[in-house]
């Protein structure tokens, strides 16, 4: 949990580590583990987590999937 005096302002949640495009230069190539989503029982338990974090101001929904 953040400090008084460091506030967590910002959070950046990964969805999905999917993605649909087949760059050659991705070093996703070199993974051994099959791509993921976020079950939708994990993202209720994330975000009731958030939820109880006043501080937060902004959430980014992003990462390493490019859908």
């Not at 400090?3 to 190539?29: A, Q």
């Not at 993921?36 to 994990?42: C, G, I, N, Q």
């Amino acid at each position: 949990m953040p400090s008084e005096n460091s506030p967590l302002r910002k959070i950046y949640l990964e969805l999905t580590d999917s993605c649909n495009l087949e760059c050659e230069i991705c070093y996703r190539h070199q993974w051994v583990e099959e791509p993921r989503d976020m079950s939708p029982a994990l993202w209720k338990n994330v975000v009731a987590h958030i939820r109880e974090i006043p501080s937060v101001e902004t959430i980014v929904l992003g990462g390493m999937g490019e859908p």
